[in-house]
């Protein structure tokens, strides 16, 4: 009798720890599932350019730096409107380059030359616009992705002053758009900015609920799961690629972004510590999958 006892005892711990497993996988689901749609949703906000503008070759040399001179050159004069350029600003700029240009490194120094030489340029802020607009007078949709980065960037340091509004409907009117954009444009961003706000509030919560888990009942396992998604992002990989082609693209993305070797190319001083923020943030997340898939 007491064998038998022993035995459902076994059973019923045994039902315990599988019901525990489920739960716990269902909750690291769960929280996968919403870090991704607020990110799938943020990311639905990255406008495309046409790959002309991005794509080297000495053919298309000359019209790209004439895109550059005029976009960077316009980004940089928002950047300035409340004075000195900040490091959110050129976080910002260089965000720009490497996520809605998807420009290689080399390219990304030229263009961050344009954003720092401006004031030395002699160009006005109605002239880069209406190289701008000569450029895409029969493409609505990029004179809007211009107007959409302008925003982008007065908004990178939290605050649209009076200047910066000023000199962006200044540049709707000279790109021959509308109000109705203007304000379809305002209202994108701050839907965007929402969204984010949701999943730092959401990040927040679960890295509050892990301290208590770990200071209560110990380390939940599943616990390493929930900010995967965000290491897999920052390589440009997903959970399911293999060790090598992780490993592939770790490196790739070390070579383009190690400080030193940007530094010998030309990266202008200023920007370098955002270069090195970059390279530490792929270096932590490759750290992070390393350690979590068990690969070295």
Known sequence: MSQKSSHIEE???????????????????RVRLTRNYYEAQIQLKRRTWP????????????????????????????????????AAEREAVQDFATDNLRLSAHQVITALKFFRETRDSGQTFESRVAELYSMFRLRPDLRRNVVDALIDMAYSD???????DRLIVQAVVILKLNRK??????????????????????EDELEEKTRRTSAGLGADPTQSLIFTSSHYDILGCAPTDSASVIKRRYRKLVLQHHPDR????????????????????????????????GFR
């Open 181 to 202: 954009d203007y304000i379809e444009l305002m209202e994108e961003h701050a839907a965007e900015e929402a969204l984010r706000s949701k999943l730092f509030q959401f």
């Open 11 to 29: 059973v019923r711990a045994r039902l315990e720890l599988l019901k525990d497993l489920y739960r716990r996988t269902l909750g690291s689901l």
């Open 51 to 86: 790959w002309h503008l991005r794509v080297p070759g000495p053919l298309l040399k000359n019209h790209q730096h004439r895109f550059y001179a005029a976009m960077f050159g316009l980004l940089a004069e928002i950047a300035a409107a409340d004075g000195a350029v900040n």
């Open 158 to 164: 939290k605050i649209l002053n009076e200047h910066e």
């Open 262 to 293: 940007l530094a010998a190319q030309g990266l202008p001083e200023e920007f370098r510590e955002t270069a090195k923020k970059k390279f530490q943030e792929i270096q932590a997340a490759y750290e992070a999958i390393e350690e979590e898939r």
